[in-house]
Nanobody
Framework: QVQLVESGGGLVQPGGSLRLSCAASGRIFSIYSTGWYRQAPGKQRELVAV???????NVASSVSGRFTISRDNAQNTVYLQMNNLNHEDTAVYYC?????????WGQGTQVTVSS
C-alpha cells in the first residue's frame, strides 16, 4: 500500500504564493509518476501538473508559468510551487501517485485565494 500526505494549503491573497508538499510512504517503487490535481466546488477534478520519475512534466495551461512541479526522489516527495495565485485557483488540491498500474490519492488540502 501507498500513503500520501499533503501539506502546505491555506488562505492566501490574490497574487500571493503557496508551496504544497506531498510525502509518499509505504511500498514505493523506483519508477512512478506523481503530481497534483484539483477540484473546485461544483467542478470535476482536473489535472494541475504531473512529473515522471525522470523529471518530465505535464502542466495544465491554466497554471503554466505560475505553478512549478518538482520532486525529491530520495524523500519520495513532490512539491507544487504556486505563484501569482488568483481566485480561480481556489480548490482542494489532491496529490496522486501512479505505479504498477495503480493510482493512489492523498486526502487533499484546501487552497483558498481571497482578499
Amino acid at each position: 500500500q501507498v500513503q500520501l500526505v499533503e501539506s502546505g494549503g491555506g488562505l492566501v491573497q490574490p497574487g500571493g504564493s503557496l508551496r504544497l508538499s506531498c510525502a509518499a510512504s509505504g511500498r514505493i517503487f523506483s519508477i512512478y509518476s506523481t503530481g497534483w490535481y484539483r477540484q473546485a466546488p461544483g467542478k470535476q477534478r482536473e489535472l494541475v501538473a504531473v512529473i515522471s520519475n525522470v523529471g518530465i512534466t505535464n502542466v495544465a495551461s491554466s497554471v503554466s508559468g505560475r505553478f512549478t512541479i518538482s520532486r525529491d526522489n530520495a524523500q519520495n516527495t513532490v512539491y507544487l510551487q504556486m505563484n501569482n495565485l488568483n481566485h480561480e485557483d481556489t480548490a482542494v488540491y489532491y496529490c496522486n501517485l501512479d505505479q504498477d498500474f495503480k493510482r493512489y490519492w492523498g486526502q487533499g488540502t484546501q487552497v483558498t485565494v481571497s482578499s
